[in-house]
């Protein structure tokens, strides 16, 4: 079984702070890691996704970073907004190149004002 | 171009009842993914469909859980004899062919 363990479980920032979400994956044939934005009551978004043929990835505010060798992966947000409090979760391929995910535990992210 | 649609959005069933969960995927989509959510926790795998067929059911409960992907229409998550422990969020997410999954709102089941 697939396992991915994120930390912290919750991180409180200040506005304009750069919360860093981490992840760290098993064994994968497959390269694909995707970080997911919940709000309450909503469904998990698409936020940003990276394959490990390259180490660093932008998106607007949202950066992935990778370590293959670690088998480690981390998201910051740049310039960190009220807005961006949700619950954030990193996935990885289930293994075997099967097509579902295995998804972190989440990470509860409150930007304060 | 719609997103991936679930429906209802809300259920509540009376133990022993039947729960049936929809999910009509994105436009083009033909791989769907069903999770399932514990208050507080993370998304579970259930199972994986493509048209007419199951792929990867590894996360389904053996007894009481089946799904189904006809060639028409939407994508059934079908729970029998619900039990208060089944009371989750339900979600649904397609994609077309790499691994890139885009999830729709959810049902919450609540049983009592």
């Known amino acids: 079984q697939q396992q991915v363990k994120q930390s912290p479980q919750s991180l409180i920032v200040q506005k304009g702070g750069i919360p860093i979400i981490n992840c760290a994956y098993e064994n994968t044939a497959f390269d694909y890691f995707p970080w997911y934005q919940q709000f309450p009551g909503k469904g998990p978004a698409l936020l940003i996704a990276?394959?490990?043929?390259?180490s660093e990835k932008k998106e607007g505010r949202f950066t992935i970073s990778f370590n293959k060798s670690a088998k480690q992966f981390s998201l910051h947000i740049m310039d960190s907004q009220p807005g961006d409090s949700a619950t954030y979760f990193c996935a990885a391929p289930k293994p075997g190149g099967a097509d579902g995910l295995t998804f972190g535990k989440g990470t509860h992210l409150i930007i304060q004002p | 171009n719609a997103g991936v649609m679930q429906n209802p959005r809300h259920l509540v069933r009376r133990r022993g009842q039947e729960a049936r969960l929809r999910c009509s995927p994105m436009k083009g989509h033909s791989h769907v993914y069903w999770y399932r959510q514990l208050p507080e926790e993370g998304l579970k795998f259930m199972v994986y469909?493509?048209?007419?067929?199951?792929?990867?059911e590894s996360g389904m409960p053996k007894e009481r859980f089946s799904a189904e992907f006809p060639k028409e229409g939407p994508s059934i998550l079908r729970i029998q004899q619900v039990v208060r422990g089944d009371s989750a969020a339900y979600f649904c997410?397609?994609?077309?062919?790499?691994?890139?999954?885009?999830f729709g709102a959810g049902t919450r089941l609540s049983v009592l």
């Open positions: 990276i394959r490990p043929d390259v």
């Open positions: 997410a397609s994609s077309l062919s790499e691994n890139i999954q885009y």
């Open positions: 469909l493509q048209k007419e067929n199951i792929i990867d």
